[in-house]
């Protein structure tokens, strides 16, 4: 769904409950010109139980890889990894359009342990 649209159709709250929503910490990020879209690669801390994953993200716009390392942003971990270019994506970074359509990564407003379900 883009800014602008009607909303989804109605789910189960246990339909959304099957979605596992975490937080975690970007350790790297690098640049990922083998994307077919421009796209920085993230290593991002979901902390002891999860791991450090990795995704590709199409945030080149408002984002540089050195001022990502650090920053605490929201993930869906439990998709199936998604060949990008040459890379295993295994996480869903997630983010909202601006008012261009350009991604705004969403992250917690405090610091929060990594690992940390959106409930």
């Given at each position: 769904?883009?800014?602008?649209t009607a909303p989804?159709?109605?789910i189960a709250f246990d339909d959304f409950?099957?979605?596992d929503i975490r937080v975690g910490t970007i350790v790297s990020a690098e640049p990922f010109p083998e994307a077919r879209k421009p796209a920085i690669r993230l290593m991002i801390d979901f902390g002891e139980a999860i791991g450090v994953k990795k995704?590709?993200?199409?945030?080149?716009?408002h984002y540089e890889p050195d001022?990502?390392?650090?920053?605490?942003?929201?993930a869906v971990?439990?998709?199936?990894?998604?060949q990008i270019g040459p890379?295993?994506?295994e996480v869903l970074t997630l983010g909202v359009p601006d008012e261009a359509g350009e991604v705004v990564l969403l992250?917690?407003?405090?610091?929060?342990?990594n690992g940390g379900r959106l409930f």
């Open positions: 769904m883009t800014a602008g989804e159709p109605q409950m099957r979605v995704s590709s993200a199409q945030i080149t716009v001022e990502l390392v650090g920053r605490q942003v929201i971990v439990n998709f199936p990894p998604r890379m295993r994506s992250g917690p407003g405090h610091a929060v342990p």
